[in-house]
């Protein structure tokens, strides 16, 4: 009787575990987790879709920032008539766009201004003739005239342009380089190269040398 039910529970014991090696074995496909509705939903990050929609490039560059010649104005006073005290003939900065300019501004009764326009003279000696080189004297005092000025410029012997400054031209100097341009004593110069940008010189009285060293770089440049 005891070994029949010995062999009874052996039988139900191996029909258990026949039973349970027939089961599937769990494969990769079946253990890894299935992606869910949540996850399918996210775009996939591609190439394309991770980059910025519009690619920084010269040309895009180019639309945003404009050129710096394009962005300088070219400022009012070189388009105002001005008449050569000697010899009445009319010419603006603008006119002469693509030489070198030396601009001074003075008061005939000024020292310190007759003294700075004889370092000039001596700076035209050491350049010599230059078609691409012009100086121009103007005169900032409203209470002195052209005949007066053409009298200044015959008797010292001074041979380029020379014009008496409109209020217009004055003020805009003055707003544009420093009121020190208004102030004849402290030598104020400026140097327009061959774009037409101005270059203020330090103030007090440049010698010829200095000034050559100066022009000198600027005559050197093109366009």
């Known amino acids: 009787m005891r070994k029949f039910q010995f062999l009874t529970s052996l039988v ?17 496909e079946v253990m890894m987790d299935k992606p869910t509705e949540a996850m399918m939903d996210k ?14 490039t010269p040309d895009n560059m180019m639309k945003e920032t404009a050129a710096p010649d394009a962005m300088m104005e070219t400022p009012a006073w070189y388009q105002v008539a001005l008449t ?6 009319t010419f603006s900065i603008h006119e002469l766009k693509g030489k070198v300019i030396l601009v001074e501004t003075l008061a005939q009764w ?10 000039v003279k001596k700076l035209h000696e050491m350049l010599g003739m230059k078609d691409d080189f012009v100086s121009i004297g103007l005169d900032i005092d409203p209470n002195e005239n052209a005949a007066d000025l053409k009298d200044y410029v015959m008797n010292n012997g001074f041979d380029w342009l020379y014009a008496v400054s409109p209020a217009e031209v004055s003020r805009e100097i003055a707003k544009l380089y420093g009121d020190q341009f208004l102030n004849p004593p402290s030598t104020p110069i400026l140097i327009i190269d061959r774009k037409g940008v101005a270059h203020p010189l330090p103030f007090g009285i440049k010698s010829a040398d200095d000034l050559f060293k100066v022009v000198d770089q600027y005559l050197k440049e093109g366009m």
């Open 43 to 56: 775009e996939t990050a591609t190439p394309d879709a991770m980059m910025p929609k519009e690619t920084a």
């Open 12 to 28: 139900i014991l191996t029909s258990i575990l026949l039973s349970a090696c027939g089961a599937a074995a769990p494969t990769p």
């Open 84 to 89: 050569d005290a000697a010899s009445g003939k």
């Open 110 to 119: 000024c020292s310190n201004c007759k003294k700075q326009q004889g370092e």
